[in-house]
Structures are given as structure tokens and as C-alpha cells.
């Protein structure tokens, strides 16, 4: 089975950013969850593109992986025929999701 390739986009890259340097900063004890946790969802993406499950308040094919160690959700796009996942963003499960 071929490996879909995982493309973060930017508006995802700051807000990761953003979360991942907040992480560093306030959970000492588990400095790199927020990383790592991040690492295995694309890890798990590629190979599975429709694990998150489609998010039904949109009228997109917009898909949502919770993280549920970190609190975190990956909002993104397959695209089937580019063989691509496009991370589109990444936020807080606290976070509105009106504005995807």
C-alpha cells in the first residue's frame, strides 16, 4: 500500500507553531507530547488518509483526528488523486470550529 504524503499548510504551520512553543513552556513534565502526538497523526495519515472522521458541521470534506493525549484536533483534506493530505489547521479542542 502506498504511503499518502502529508503536506502541512501554512496556516496549520503557525498554529502548531504557536501551540507547540505554548506546550514547551507550560508542560514541563511532558515537554514533547504536543510534538510527538503531531508526529504520529501525519505518521498515521499517510498510511490511513481517512482516519479522522469528516466534520460534520461543515458541508466540506473536511476531516477532523482528535488528539486526545494533548487536547488537540488536525483539521484536514484528502486529496485521492495527488495522493496527498493537506493539513489545513490544527487547534485546541476548546476552539470554535465555525472559522475552518
Not at 481517512?50 to 484536533?73: M, W
Request: a positive charge.
Amino acid at each position: 500500500m502506498k504511503h499518502y504524503r502529508v503536506m502541512v499548510l501554512e496556516r496549520a504551520k503557525r498554529e502548531y507553531a504557536v501551540a507547540n512553543t505554548w506546550w514547551r513552556i507550560n508542560r514541563l513534565a511532558a515537554p514533547n507530547m504536543l510534538r510527538d502526538e503531531f508526529r504520529a497523526a501525519k505518521e498515521l495519515l499517510a498510511r490511513i488518509p481517512e482516519a479522522g472522521h469528516i466534520d460534520q458541521s461543515k458541508n466540506t470534506e473536511i476531516r477532523c483526528l482528535l488528539l486526545p493525549g494533548v487536547r488537540y484536533a488536525v483539521f484536514y483534506r484528502v486529496e485521492h488523486a495527488a495522493q496527498e493530505i493537506h493539513i489545513a489547521a490544527f487547534w485546541h479542542l476548546s476552539r470554535e470550529t465555525t472559522r475552518l
